[in-house]
Every structure is written in C-alpha cells, then in structure tokens.
C-alpha cells in the first residue's frame, strides 16, 4: 500500500500481479489498461530481455537507487559473471570534459547450490542537482555507458514524477508494465517501488538465476532512473530445509538503499529528503515498529511523507 499526501505530481501506474497492493493518492489515473485477470506466464530464460550483454565479463543487471538523504549522491550496481573486475564507476556531467571516479565494493553469495556473479554496489556523491550525468561501468575491459538525471534541488514548486510499481515479476505482463511506464507521457523521474521483486521464489529451490534474469530485464529503465526499493513477502527466500535460514539474503545483496545515510540502522529503513521538501519513508514490513517510532521524528523535518508498505 502507499499514501501520497500533498500536490505531488504522480504518475500512478500498474497495481498488478499476484497479491494486492492498494494505493491512495491524488495523481489520477492515468491509464486505462487494466491488466487480465488470469495467471500469466513467465518469460521463458532465452527471451531476449534476458539476453546476457556482448564481451567478456560484461557489466550486467546495471541499476541506480538514489545515494543520499537530499539527492545528491547515487548507488550505481551492477553483476560481472566472470571475475570480480573494475570496482570503479567513471562519471561526468553532460557536456563536461572532467572526468570523475569513484569505487566501490564488491561481494558474492550462495543461495542453496546457486552461487551469485560478482555483485557491485558504488555510491557516487557530491553530484550537482538537476544534472545529466553519463557513467561507466566494467572499467578496464568490457565497458557500458549509462546515463541518469539528478533531481532538482529541494525547495517549494518543484515539480517531480514519481512512478509506483509493485509485485513486477518476469512475466510476458511484467514486460508489458514496464513498457507502459517508460512509454506513459507523464514521465515518471523515480520510481518507488512496493515490493515483489523478481518472483524467483516461485521456482524450485528459489532459483536464484531468476534473480539474475530480472536483473537484466530491468536494466532498460533503472540503470537510467533510480528505483527506490520496498521488500515484500517475496524477497524472504527463507528455505530452511535447504539450509537458507537468513531471511532476504538475494535482496539484501542485490538491492541496496541508503541506510546509513539516511540515519537509519536497518536496511530496509530510509529516509530521504525529497522534493519540495517532501520526505519518502521507507520500510519493511519486520520494522514495523521502528517505523511508527521514528514517524514523529520525521514529520517535525519534513513537510510531505510517502509511505510505502507492501502487504503480502
Ligand atoms: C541445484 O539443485 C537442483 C535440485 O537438485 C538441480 O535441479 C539443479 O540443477 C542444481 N543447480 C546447480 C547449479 O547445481
Ligand atoms: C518485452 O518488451 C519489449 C518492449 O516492448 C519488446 O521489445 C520485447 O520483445 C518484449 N519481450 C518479450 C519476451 O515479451
């Protein structure tokens, strides 16, 4: 569920898929599809958004969340399969001829009998608002070029579009939402995402090569645009009698948000000063009670709250 208060513009799309997600806000509707009602299959794993990108060890499953508290900074993530290569992330400004740097860690993990590709995640700071930036990531041998646009600063009218998905998957349907919000004239900046990621947890095992085929099936819009993440019942991948008992290890792994610099101590809390002085509380359904908690807190410091709450 999510709750919108105040004149944002938002772009309300896509409340889909296999569990309801209801959500309350003032953007109108802005399309007329209504998704059909029956199960839809999943894309096979030769599909061509799946399709692995051309070179050696190529930077894969690329995708942005925003990096700080106000706008300034962004985690760049991506998956090399063959070796660990570049930590770096190269960027610059449109039009500019300096070139920036900065590096970041990498990790892999075991699910089951399934162990990850190399997972990188680099935050980018001090970046100036309203600007284009172009990165590249795979420094050093297969390189791939990407672009994003950071949000205009904070401050009274400033006009921003928020796309809200939830429960995606990787069904032919899922490929048919996401063409809807990349093709929706609204534009959405942002997206705030309520949970569901990849659906991997449906196949035997929890297959986590299902994680990895949503991450490249993504990329086409959040290695573009930040996607800010809300866990749902889906990213638990909790299969103790196969010996996985932490709970949300993929989605942990995978999917960062700025925590720590947001003064939260979970992950799966955070605060971020939007626009418009707007503030986009985050959390997870097993902090339920951290939330309510620092709630107070965060009203005295910011004039919009977005609550975003994925229900399982
Ligand atoms: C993991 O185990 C399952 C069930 O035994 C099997 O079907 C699958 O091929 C295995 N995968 C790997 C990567 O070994
Ligand atoms: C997914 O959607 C894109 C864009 O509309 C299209 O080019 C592609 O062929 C689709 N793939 C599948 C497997 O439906």
Known sequence: MGVLRGRLVVLCLLIICHESVVLVCHGGITSSFVRQP???IDMPLNSDVFKVPHGY????????????????AVIVS??????????????WRENSKYRFSAKGAVLRYKFYNYTSGYIHHCTVKNLEFDTK?????????????FWFRTPPRVGPDVPYTFGLIGDLGQSYDSNRTLAHYETNPAKGQTVLYVGDLSY????????NRRWDTWGRFMERSVAYQPWIWTAGNHEIDFLPENGETVPFKPFKRRYHVPYKASGSTAPFGIRSRELRHTSLY?????H??????SLNGLKRSFQRLIGLKHHG
């Not at 995708?63 to 706008?71: A, L, P, S, V, Y």
């Not at 930036?133 to 070029?145: E, N």
């Not at 985050?282 to 097993?286: A, C, F, V």
Request: net charge negative; hydrophobic share 30%.
């Open 288 to 293: 339920m009670e951290n939330t309510l908690l």
């Open 200 to 207: 991997a947890d449906n196949y035997p095992f929890h297959d």
């Open 282 to 286: 985050y959390h997870h359904i097993l």
């Open 38 to 40: 029956e199960k839809t």
């Open 78 to 91: 991506w998956v090399t399969p063959d070796e660990a290569g570049s930590r770096t992330v190269i960027y």
């Open 57 to 72: 060890n190529a930077p894969q499953q690329v995708h942005i969340t925003q990096g700080d508290h106000e706008g300034r």
């Open 133 to 145: 930036y172009y990165y590249l990531v795979g420094v050093g041998g297969t390189t791939r070029q």
